[in-house]
């Protein structure tokens, strides 16, 4: 397993006690992360809380299948295009994780999915929305 970002003393003690293989990467390059993100199977972002989730993305951009918690912003970020699990689950995780091992057509819905998902998170798609919230804004000022 890879884990990009800082573990707490915690989670190594966690990790070493169930005796996980384990790699530990953070305040790397971003070419490096690139790598770290080509280079793997699944991106795992079971997250008990997150602002925005941008592993999420990232994953996706590289044509990664991502299993993702079902709370806070992550179904919303993810789209159509990522397992949704409840992180405080491990049975259901393991489900997700075999289920894209075993089932290639779920893996490749999952990966098409993404790179769908991800147009959305454009710069151009992005500031056309902004566009139109400052248009719809504006309009509804010029009617008071």
Do not use: W
């Amino acid at each position: 397993m890879v884990i990009i970002g800082k573990l707490m003393p915690s989670q190594i003690a966690a990790l070493e006690e169930n005796k996980i293989d384990y790699e530990n990467h953070f305040g790397i390059s971003r070419e490096s992360l690139v790598g770290h993100y080509q280079n793997c199977d699944i991106v795992m972002f079971a997250s008990l809380y997150e602002g925005f989730g941008l592993p999420i993305l990232e994953g996706q951009a590289v044509g990664r299948p991502v299993i993702t918690s079902n709370l806070y912003s992550m179904p919303e970020v993810a789209g159509a295009g990522a397992s949704f699990v409840d992180p405080y689950n491990s049975d259901e995780i393991a489900t997700a994780v075999e289920r894209i091992i075993s089932d290639s057509d779920y893996r490749r819905n999952l990966i098409e999915k993404g790179h769908n998902n991800v147009k959305n998170y454009s710069l151009h798609s992005v500031a056309v929305r902004y566009a139109d919230i400052y248009r719809n804004v504006y309009a509804a000022k010029l009617l008071e």
